[in-house]
């Protein structure tokens, strides 16, 4: 099944052919419009003979965005689903998680920007571009970077596609922020799927564990 994929730009107006985003972990990403608004709706057609009216429907129902305030809480949700998949145990109870999640997205909307896919009004994952300003050079007084967060998709839509989606809009967005570079701290298994959108491992990028980290 072959799908022909474009994607709008409501600041330029202009329907623009989706490619693969390149990024890397240490390579200097194009700078862009600072602050612009942006939004990506995303729809595809379907150009496979064999395809049906509904693999179009579905298809066309997907868009990639930011959230709006009052869908916040339902990252919340996602997050608190995330932690149950993996086995842990919640330290605090539901509705204040979801409580204490908002109001963190909210004091921290600046530099932490989130997207969101959708089918319809539903919400199939989310994805988090954390933004690290750095220290000014003479060739460059306003630097940043970025760092890829949170990205999670619901069990039921996994394997179709939908995390190189987010990661693709994050990797917009950081662009157009003219960011330097992003990076991410992956799972084994979505190593490929970063792989896919661009990124690379750099012998130069290096971490440190810290004891009893945040989880």
């Known amino acids: 099944m072959r799908f022909v994929t474009v994607s709008l730009c409501v600041t330029c107006g202009f329907l623009i052919n989706h490619h693969t985003n390149r990024a890397t972990f240490s390579a200097e990403t194009p700078r862009g419009r600072r602050d612009r608004a942006w939004l990506i709706g995303r729809s595809a057609v379907c150009s496979d003979p064999g395809c049906t009216g509904r693999d179009n429907r579905r298809m066309e129902s997907l868009t990639v965005r930011p959230p709006e305030e009052e869908e916040i809480p339902a990252l919340a949700e996602l997050r608190w689903q995330w932690i149950l998949e993996?086995?842990?145990?919640?330290?605090?109870?539901?509705?204040?998680?979801?409580?204490?999640?908002?109001?963190?997205?909210?004091?921290?909307?600046?530099?932490?920007?989130?997207?969101?896919l959708l089918r319809g009004r539903e919400i199939l994952g989310m994805a988090w571009l954390a933004l690290v300003p750095r220290v000014p050079t003479p060739l460059a007084v306003e630097r940043s970077s970025g760092d890829v967060q949170g990205v999670y998709v619901v069990a039921h839509e996994r394997g179709r596609g939908h995390g190189g989606r987010l990661i693709a809009a994050l990797l917009r967005l950081a662009e157009d922020l003219g960011l330097e570079r992003v990076t991410v701290h992956s799972s084994e298994r979505a190593v490929p799927v970063y792989e896919r959108s661009g990124f690379t491992a750099s012998p130069?990028?290096?971490?440190?564990?810290?004891?009893?980290?945040?989880r």
């Open 204 to 214: 130069r990028l290096l971490q440190a564990g810290i004891p009893n980290p945040a």
């Open 86 to 116: 993996k086995g842990a145990s919640p330290s605090t109870g539901r509705d204040e998680f979801v409580s204490a999640f908002a109001r963190w997205a909210r004091e921290n909307r600046s530099s932490h920007r989130p997207v969101i």
